[in-house]
């Protein structure tokens, strides 16, 4: 980086900042084309990126391949102990959700759903890919693993609702234990993809194995988040 750029970097993200948190530049509103907003700073398109990277690091902006860069809306708070689905979590908080179903199927079980599972070796799962927005904005893409024991006939229904939901109503399963782990990873293919973010985009990975009501392992998910979408919280009771 050329002499004075670091200065220059730390100038316009500053500027930036200042605009969104005064509300000048509104959650969600896209930023100008970077060759505009580099004439703007009169600086060079190298200069303004590593700004905007340095943004979208700390959650401010976010950009989409082929869009552009924007402001991040608010996090969403995902409470771990509150027993909620997706759709339920993003309503209580003044939010707008919805899901698109990518594929869904059955499906040889891998080595690592097995193991979650604790299915046998060469056994069958079903596979349920989305993705989920919020107020519009594609922010997971989440893999369900489902032992097909427990869900005959789920593919034939409208795996756009809630899947927790859907249990309740039609097999009369709910969850019970629910172990989760959290990890922060670079988004996998499949994940950006679906995110319309590049491959290796920092992310957040919530792995959830869950057990019913009669302590029966039924499925797990592996959801990977935009790394500026929500903030994870744990209310412990006394």
Not at 39 to 62: H, I, K, M, N, P
Not at 195 to 213: A, C, E, F, H, M
Request: glycine share 6%; net charge positive; aromatic share 8%.
């Amino acid at each position: 980086m050329r002499e004075g750029a670091p200065k220059a970097v730390t100038a316009i993200s500053r500027t930036l900042q200042e605009q969104i948190e005064r509300g000048l530049l509104a959650c969600g509103s896209q930023l100008p084309a970077e060759r505009k907003l580099s004439e703007l700073f009169a600086t060079t398109r190298v200069t303004l990126r590593e700004a905007l990277l340095q943004l979208e690091s700390e959650g401010l902006v976010y950009r989409e391949d082929r869009r552009g860069w924007f402001v991040s809306p608010p996090r969403l708070a995902y409470n771990l102990m509150q027993r909620s689905h997706f759709h339920a979590m993003v309503s209580a908080q003044g939010r707008v959700p919805s899901t698109e179903v990518i594929s869904a199927r059955l499906q040889p079980a891998s080595a690592a759903v097995c193991e979650r599972l604790q299915l046998p070796a060469l056994s069958s799962v079903i596979q349920i890919c989305r993705g989920r927005r919020i107020d519009g904005r594609l922010v997971l893409y989440v893999e369900h693993y489902l032992n097909p024991q427990y869900f005959p006939q789920i593919l034939g229904f409208d795996l756009t609702q809630s899947i927790t939901e859907l249990y309740a109503r039609h097999y009369d399963l709910h969850y019970g234990r629910v172990r989760f782990e959290i990890v922060p990873t670079a988004l996998p293919f499949q994940a950006a993809v679906t995110l319309k973010v590049s491959t290796g985009s920092p992310g957040l990975r919530i792995s959830r194995i869950n057990y019913d009501q009669h302590d029966r392992l039924i499925d797990c998910d592996l959801e990977y988040w935009r790394h500026d979408a929500i903030h994870v919280a744990v209310d412990v009771p006394t």
